[in-house]
Every structure is written in structure tokens, then in C-alpha cells.
């Protein structure tokens, strides 16, 4: 079956240092990938649609020069969350949409930022 | 707009009690899919089932079973007999139209304590 990963699974960092979270599609090809985050017990809220070769799309309210998404190959997107708060400590999820009808879903990475 | 509402916020069982968690949905497309996830406390998420908007049918899988009303805008979920390892947040979730892939639009999910 489809199988996405994400990489790291957990990491830790200091306020005001950037980090980046990979994204990839390892047996299909994805020209598009979701980013989630999950905030704790809450639900999934998509942050932004990123797609191979073009810029993402983002929702409202969330700020495109803090969260950076680069989908460069049809197998891997990055989030880069840069100048990190606390406040952005998070449950990061992507998904990958291998056909029109489905997405598979990463394991997800848990940011904390001390 | 989409919305999925889960209104159930917790529920709590007995082992070997049936259980069925709730999701209304509104979407102004005639053709939408929805789903069902199970978030286990590792934090990933498990597909349980996609159905499109023109197949009322409902569907059992072991012991989970679901009930899909159009007419009321919901798509149910039962587990029967539940087990301590059914524990976890549920979610259901819509994507409106094929045609490539969409975002989900997750309600705020059920967390489903099963005790021995």
C-alpha cells in the first residue's frame, strides 16, 4: 500500500531557531501534500496545500513567511518552521494524495519548543 | 463551506458494550466523500473507511459498522463488542469532489475510552 513518511518523528528545539520537517512519499509519486497541525486534543487543522513545482497555497491565518513549504520533487515536501515559539509547538501531520479519491497520512511530527 | 461536527467530545464503555460515535456533516457539493480515522495515543492516523456521497449503502467490517444517511447528513459508526484496544480519538472527515486530491476537512473527534 501507499506508505508515506515523515522525518523527525520528535524534535526538540530553542525558541527562535528554525527547523525543518520532511514529507515523503516513498512508493508513489504525490504532485500534491497537505500539512496539518494538531494542537493536544484537537483536531487535524490543514495549514497549507503544496504542490510540486509551484508555491503553496495557504489557509487563513496561517503566516506563509513563518511556516515555509518547499515541494520540490514528487516524492518530498518540507515544512520549515523558522524563528520557532513555544506557541508553535505542535503535532505536524502531512498527507499525500496518491489518486484523486485518497490520501495517505504520515506518522507525524511532535515539535516542542522549549 | 464544509463542516464535519462530532458531538460527542468522550465517551466511555465497559468492555464488550456497543458504542456508536456521531458525525453530522454539511457540504454544498452533491459529490463529497467522507471517512472515518482512529488516532491511537502514538498519535497516528488510522484509515477506517471512505465512502462516497452516492453510495448509501452501509458497510460492516468485523466489528465495526457504519450507517450513512444522506437525508440526514450523517455518517455513523458502531463498534460492537468494543475492546480496551479500541481506545483512542475517532475522527470523521469530508472531502468535497474527485478530480485530484482534496483536503479533508476533519471534525473535532471523539476520544473513546473502552475499560476493562
Known amino acids: 500500500g501507499a506508505v508515506v513518511s515523515q522525518h523527525p518523528s520528535r524534535v526538540i528545539c530553542k525558541s527562535g531557531t528554525s527547523v525543518k520537517i520532511e514529507c515523503r512519499s516513498l512508493d508513489f509519486q504525490a504532485t500534491t501534500m497537505f500539512w496539518y497541525r494538531q494542537f493536544p486534543k484537537q483536531s487535524l487543522m490543514l495549514m497549507a496545500t503544496s504542490n510540486e513545482g509551484s508555491k503553496a497555497t495557504y489557509e487563513q491565518g496561517v503566516e506563509k513567511d513563518k511556516f515555509l513549504i518547499n515541494h520540490a520533487s514528487l516524492t518530498l515536501s518540507t515544512l520549515t518552521v523558522t524563528s520557532a515559539h513555544p506557541e508553535d509547538s505542535s503535532f505536524y501531520i502531512c498527507?499525500?494524495?496518491?489518486?484523486?479519491?485518497?490520501?495517505?497520512f504520515g506518522p507525524g511530527t511532535r515539535l516542542t519548543v522549549t | 463551506a464544509q463542516k464535519v461536527t462530532q458531538a460527542q467530545t468522550e465517551i466511555s464503555v465497559v468492555e464488550k458494550e456497543d458504542v456508536t460515535l456521531d458525525c453530522v456533516y454539511e457540504?454544498?457539493?452533491?459529490?463529497?466523500?467522507l471517512f472515518w480515522y482512529k488516532q491511537p495515543p502514538s498519535g497516528e492516523l488510522v484509515f477506517l473507511i471512505r465512502?462516497?456521497?452516492?453510495?448509501?449503502q452501509n458497510e460492516i467490517s468485523g466489528r465495526y459498522s457504519w450507517n450513512f444517511q444522506k437525508s440526514t447528513s450523517s455518517f455513523n459508526f458502531t463498534i460492537t463488542a468494543s475492546q480496551v484496544v479500541d481506545s483512542a480519538v475517532y475522527f470523521c472527515?469530508?472531502?468535497?469532489?474527485?478530480?485530484?486530491?482534496?483536503?479533508?476537512?476533519f471534525g473535532s473527534g471523539t476520544q473513546l475510552t473502552v475499560l476493562p
Open positions: 457540504t454544498r457539493d452533491t459529490t463529497y466523500y
Open positions: 472527515a469530508l472531502s468535497e469532489a474527485p478530480g485530484s486530491a482534496r483536503q479533508l476537512t
Open positions: 465512502r462516497n456521497s452516492f453510495d448509501e
Open positions: 498527507s499525500a494524495g496518491g489518486n484523486p479519491y485518497e490520501q495517505y
